[in-house]
């Protein structure tokens, strides 16, 4: 039976890598009642970061203070009527971004002692402190003598994991890993948070974040490598490894009902579903409409890129160079594919701040005041990205000659190495700012290519292209170029809180309001607003890649 316009709403939160996102919406039709954002205050600061160490660190508390802005917004716009009827939650965080907690599920930061401390705090996707221990973490899973558990994790471990920050924090600060009863990830503290747990045992950990990033999967013995495994890594690593169970849940399950104290703090009712969390790129791609044979794309600070597939008949085949592959990841009932870039929309912003770091710095200027140079230095931040693009799209590349890595952050896929980094060949003394953002955004579809003829190489059809995230939606430019060098069209839906629609289907299936994802996903989808197709330049950029991929192996030889 067809739901009833206005009488059920579900929510769906969505942690970003720099702001809490909510929006309301009506699960018959999937309309927007309402939406509002916050960004993380200490995270906004700058505080607990350290760019050159590779430290990205976020208090829990910006994470509770969001919620509770973004929900207050959200009951301002739609009223306490609209509020009632809300009939689930479900939440997506960026991860790997997991933390150490005691055992009743809290974080260590939100201890007095642990209250300053780095390491307590949640250890963001794009922390790549720890490059050193997921190094150790690949090599002895291959040498060890016993399974090798990066299998399905594209064969390869990466440094924006699950174990590898875990063994980072531990040898960075003792005291940690003494106090530490287990780590959980930000998609799972959420709904443990909101549902009043108050036991790590009883935690239901996401499928989408343990399967894609903590090593587990469903043909090895108790879900995670063995015990002997973790205890040549470290010791220490045996009670996490312990205290996290052996299954996983599906993010159209029920994690729990929203606790009393936190629909009073809310202003939302009592008692209502909490779906079991997931990373931001899962839910995103099923808000975005994934479906068999179709490449979402995630377009933000960094890229991911999500596939699905039936499961296999017989055995399932490890696909390699990629960031994992899961049953029920994305889609219950088939497997879900990711890989992506590490530095995506970053680079962008570098080269943004590289281009106002004398406005910034420079503070003795005698021909304007300071408070004016702030100003102007705001005003330039909002418009030299389109101003960049406006003359760069005049530009042939052909004439330029620039060739650039997109390895700002290292690479994810496809064959993840966090230790290479960009490069730009081909300068010369006529070259300018334009000239030079766009060799940096063919440098970002460049990448995007590599993953999808990875995919390819290894037998996965690629039907069509979604594009969702900020870049998706606000940059014709850049989404062109990536179709050409693509050469396959990408397809847009409507709306800028796509990741959060996601969430808002998979709150609906926990509340029973739908019975599966795909029934859910039909009635609550966004239009697609605008397609970008191949034009002229496929040719040209095919060539261009040629060099990309030159480039990027001379680079990495080195």
């Known amino acids: 039976m067809p739901l009833i316009k206005d009488e059920s709403y579900v929510l769906g939160l969505d942690y970003g890598t720099d702001s809490c996102r909510a929006v309301l919406i009506d699960a018959s039709d999937g309309s927007q009642a309402g939406v509002a954002v916050k960004y993380y205050p200490r995270w906004k600061d700058g505080l607990y970061c350290n760019a050159a160490m590779h430290q990205f660190r976020q208090h829990p ?18 009223g306490c009527g ?80 699950f174990w590898a920050k875990i063994l980072r924090v531990f040898k960075e600060d003792p005291r940690i890993a003494e106090q530490a009863v287990s780590f959980l990830e930000h998609c799972d503290w959420m709904p443990m948070l909101l549902t009043g747990c108050n036991d790590i045992q009883a935690a239901r950990r996401s499928r989408s974040a343990m399967g894609h990033k903590a090593l587990w999967h469903a043909s090895f013995d108790g879900g995670y490598p063995s015990a002997d495994f973790f205890s040549r890594l ?83 085949v490890p696909v390699p160079g990629i960031c994992g592959q899961v049953d029920g990841s994305i889609i219950p009932g088939m497997i879900g594919y ?7 929309g970053d680079a962008y912003a570098w080269f943004k701040n590289l281009l106002l770091w004398p406005l910034r710095a420079i503070t003795d200027l005698k021909c304007i005041d300071a408070v004016t140079q702030k100003q102007l230095a705001g005003e330039l931040s909002r418009v030299i990205i389109p101003m960049l693009e406006k003359y760069a799209l005049e530009l042939d590349s052909t004439e330029t000659g620039i060739i650039a890595l997109d390895w700002f952050n290292g690479r994810r896929t496809p064959d993840v190495n966090p230790y290479v980094q960009a490069a730009v060949t081909g300068l ?16 970002t579809a460049f990448g995007s290519r590599a993953i999808m003829e990875r995919f390819r190489e290894e037998g996965m059809t690629i039907r069509g292209i979604i594009g969702i995230g900020g870049i998706a939606r606000k940059s014709s430019f850049i989404m062109q170029i990536i179709a050409d060098v693509l050469n396959i069209p990408i397809h847009i839906p409507a709306g800028d809180q796509i990741m959060a629609l996601g969430a808002t289907m998979f709150a609906s299936v926990a509340a029973g309001l739908y019975p599966d994802i795909n029934s859910a996903q039909q009635a609550m989808r966004s239009p697609i607003e605008k397609m970008y197709t191949p034009g002229a330049a496929v040719n040209m950029y095919n060539s261009m890649y040629k060099h990309y991929t030159a480039l990027g192996q001379f680079t990495e030889s080195r």
């Open 428 to 443: 010369h003394l006529g070259c300018d700012a334009p000239n030079l953002y766009r060799a940096l955004v063919e440098a």
């Open 61 to 78: 508390l910006d994470y509770i203070e969001t919620l509770e802005g973004t929900l207050a917004e959200i009951i301002r716009q739609v």
């Open 82 to 161: 609209s509020a009632a009827k809300i009939k689930g939650i479900a939440i997506d965080t960026t991860g790997s971004t997991p933390c150490a907690v005691d055992g009743q599920g809290c974080p260590l930061a939100l201890k007095a002692e642990f209250a300053e401390n780095p390491g307590a705090m949640f250890i963001l996707w794009k922390d790549h402190s720890a490059m050193d221990e997921a190094a150790r973490i690949t090599q002895l899973a291959k040498s060890w003598g016993g399974c090798d558990y990066t299998c399905y994790t594209g064969g390869l471990y990466s440094c924006e994991w």
């Open 338 to 344: 990711e890989a992506g870039q590490s530095s995506f």
């Open 234 to 316: 470290d010791p220490r690593l045996v009670k996490i490894r312990d205290s996290l169970g052996s299954t996983t849940y599906t993010s159209d399950t029920c994690a729990g009902f929203l606790a009393s104290e936190w629909a009073d703090r809310l202003g939302i009712p009592a008692g209502i579903p909490v779906a079991v969390g997931a990373l931001d790129a899962h839910m995103g791609a099923v808000g975005g409409g994934i479906q068999n044979g179709w490449l979402v794309k995630v377009m933000g600070t960094s890229c991911t890129d999500i596939l699905v597939g039936p499961l296999p008949h017989g055995r399932e």
